[in-house]
Every structure is written in C-alpha cells, then in structure tokens.
C-alpha cells in the first residue's frame, strides 16, 4: 500500500506519494492525487499518511535545499533516465546546468534532446530537482508543475548559495 500527503508550500500545495518502504514514488505542486498519480505509469492503491519526506520539503522551504536530496526515492526507468536522475541530485543548489551541460554531465554531449526528455519523465520533483536543468540562453525552459514554480525554487537555492557561500 502506498502512502500521501499534502503540505502548503509557498509555491502552493505539495504532494507527496510514496511506497510502502517510504520511498517517493511521484511528488509535485498539487493538492490532488489524481495528479500524482498521472506522473506513473500505473495507478497504486493510496492512503493518506504522514511521510518522512514531507519534512524535507519543509527545510527546503526553511531555506535548506540538501535535506530533500537524501530522500529515497523510486522510478522505473531506463539505464539512461536512472543515470539521468542520479546525474540531476549532484546538481548543486544554485548552480543550475543548461540541457547542453547535463547531456554533457551524462557522458552524451550530443543527446540534449535525450537530456531533456530525462527531465520532463522525472515523477519525483523537488527530491530529483529537475528544475535545476534550463535552455542554453538561460531561460526557464518547461516545467511539469509550471514556470513560475521553478522560478521559485531556482530563486530560493540562489538565496541558499548567497547565505552559505
């Protein structure tokens, strides 16, 4: 059986979907889970719970982006996405990469499509931080849960860098 919750965020709220060893299986901007459950690709039976990961979220929003990347997560993929999504948690808070520079970071300086298409399948944002990948003029690019909310999460690890550094 797999577990939800639902926090408020000041992006709005966040979901959280995770399996039965806690593991994040699909996370977003939303309060539905219909919608997280569409990051699968097949629907679980799902109970509201308190998750671990939750607090997570909570210290990126304190202002601390490394706790989320130590949360254990879980997606189906192939060796290429699962090098893709490992390649996206070393991305320092930031510092983001532009498509170039991740395809690059994978050892396939010519696959930018491939690079990109590794972020657009990524079902565990935040905790895979796919936001952290951007177009080569160094704009926002797509975003599953909107331009605006990477906007924030991008400010916000600025702001992190800035008071750390």
């Not at 994040?24 to 308190?50: E, F, H, K, N």
């Not at 796919?130 to 926002?140: I, Q």
Request: charged content about 20%.
């Amino acid at each position: 059986m797999h577990a939800y919750e639902f926090i408020e965020t000041p992006d709005g709220p966040f979901g959280i979907l995770a399996d039965a060893d806690g593991s994040v299986v699909a996370s977003g901007w939303t309060g539905d889970l219909d919608a997280l459950q569409a990051r699968l690709r097949r629907p679980v039976d799902a109970a509201p719970g308190a998750l671990a990961a939750a607090d997570a979220v909570r210290a990126f929003y304190g202002g601390d982006p490394t706790p989320a990347m130590g949360v254990a997560v879980s997606q189906p993929g192939t060796e290429l996405q699962a090098a893709g999504w490992s390649a996206l948690r070393r991305i320092d808070p930031g510092a983001p990469l532009s498509y170039t520079e991740f395809a690059a970071a994978l050892g396939r300086p010519s696959a930018v499509r491939a690079a990109a298409s590794i972020c657009a399948r990524n079902a565990v944002a935040l905790f895979v931080p796919c936001h952290r990948v951007l177009r080569g003029d160094g704009s926002l690019g797509g975003f599953a849960w909107g331009t605006d909310v990477k906007r924030s999460l991008l400010a916000r690890e600025a702001a992190y860098t800035v008071k750390v550094g």
